[in-house]
């Protein structure tokens, strides 16, 4: 999977070298590229805001800056699906991760101040797949943090990133829609907290029995939206 990133912060990706998605990268796996859009302005002090049409507080990003990035990144072959993070977007899920993990490239486009002017979306939309995704009902400084959730989620689930893929089958927000069970190592005491018996008892049956109503309970208790319809 290939991945461009357009931002003014092109150094926050620098963490996509450690870990899973470093060695992913280093395998090939994965190819990121962070593109940063002042290198697509013209002026001397790289300008890529100014005050909003109509008024108000902030300041909102340009669009010809974000019209030459896009340029250039989607003049590359390929059928990319380009990513706008906004807290106005639609919200971004295990299932938008899923079908994300098929493609083969995506493009972030960060945002930052009061975010970028709308017709930048539009015009994208005319030449490539966009998504106005949000990580959740908060808002964040600037896209990056949430480009990197996004980025995580979503590369974890291509084939070969994760060493063991059935890791990924009883997961939080996997298919089955309920909550992980709690997990516990070695050893079996710990502070005077003891690793449940039916964990230790090496029967298989029960164990799945008790994850599973772990689950159930733990989904109800915590997340109960997730149980509805
Ligand atoms: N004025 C915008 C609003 O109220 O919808 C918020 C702009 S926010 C300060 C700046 C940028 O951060 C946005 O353009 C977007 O890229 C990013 N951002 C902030 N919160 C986000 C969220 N919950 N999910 C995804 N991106 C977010």
Redesign the pocket.
Known sequence: MRIDIVTIFPGFFDVLDVSLLGKARLQGLLQVRAHDLRDYTHDRHRTVDDTPYGGGA?MV?RPEPWGEALDDVLAEDGDPVVI??????ER?SQPIAAELAQEGHLVF????????DQRVVEHTAQRARVRE???????????E??ALAMIEAIARLVPGVIGNPASLDEESHSELGLLEYPSYTKPAAWRGLEVPDVLLSGNHGAIARWRRAQQEERTRRVRPDLLQD
């Open positions: 902030g990003m706008f993070p906004s807290p106005a977007g971004f486009a960060c945002g930052r101040y009061e975010g970028i995704l949000s990580l959740g009902d908060y808002v964040l400084n600037g896209g943090v949430a």
